[in-house]
């Protein structure tokens, strides 16, 4: 393989006399080599055969976000922060509300410029078990476009559990459709596209109070926020946040 992870021109090796490839070895270049890949970064538990991670050979055709990095082998971290900067397909991911039957959605940096359709799956650990199984799992197309795209995922009316944990973790993938990538396919090996692993924060969701929210405009400068709601119980205070792109807030 080329540094752009590109086949370069096969050359045949011959040993004389003929062994089988165990031991001695005969050193470089002439055993099983494996390219720089892209791997997941979620805890161990989440990629359990360590012989087949979720991994994907890399194509600067598809990818998750603006950014992929060459690996050699899976990092797997506590909070799936090992990679970084890297992993820049959601910027973070939303929290997840617990005891609610509730959907689950954001979109997705994707860029797919392969000529063909590519498939966008995430897997979400919403019932807590340490393990991304094919239930929790969906798939969105992706059509081939010269630019980035953003595209929606949702997990639509799940049932998320009481929990006493502050996390969970989420999987996306990204290959050619070709390659029929199906919720089954939460580990093992593609040979295009990108992985990205996130933590998820758990929260409780709200109680259905609100009767009113407005936003208008008051100068070039100010808005006015008006709410109203039906008090359950007593209130402290209550937090404002404002975003310009649905990562960042303040």
Not at 143 to 152: D, E, G, L, R, T
């Amino acid at each position: 393989y080329n540094e752009d992870g590109t086949l370069s021109t096969a050359n045949s090796i011959v040993s004389n006399p003929m062994y089988s490839p165990a031991s001695p070895s005969l050193g470089d270049a002439a055993e099983a080599f494996r390219p720089k890949s892209d791997f997941g970064d979620a805890p161990a538990n989440y990629d359990p055969d360590p012989w087949a991670p979720a991994t994907h050979e890399i194509d600067n055709n598809l990818r998750l976000g603006a950014a992929v990095i060459k690996e050699w082998n899976l990092t797997s971290s506590a909070m799936a922060d090992a990679e970084g900067i890297e992993e820049d397909g959601i910027g973070a991911a939303p929290m997840l509300n617990f005891d609610a039957t509730i959907t689950y959605s954001f979109s997705v940096s994707v860029y797919n410029n392969t000529g063909e359709d590519a498939t966008l799956a995430g897997w979400l650990d919403y019932n807590y078990n340490g393990v991304f199984e094919a239930h929790e799992g969906v798939t969105v197309t992706v059509a081939s476009n010269a630019s980035a795209q953003m595209i929606p995922i949702s997990w639509n009316s799940i049932w998320v559990q009481p929990t006493s944990d502050l996390r969970t973790f989420l999987r996306l993938r990204l290959t050619r459709a070709v390659n029929n990538m199906t919720t089954a396919s939460m580990n093992g090996w593609f040979n295009d596209g990108e992985v990205e692993d996130y933590d998820v924060a758990i929260g409780s969701a709200l109680p259905r109070d609100l009767q009113s929210f407005s936003v208008k405009e008051a100068t070039d400068a100010t808005v006015n926020v008006d709410w109203g709601i039906d008090i359950q119980q007593p209130v402290a205070g209550f937090e404002v946040l404002r975003s310009s792109d649905n990562i960042n807030w303040n």
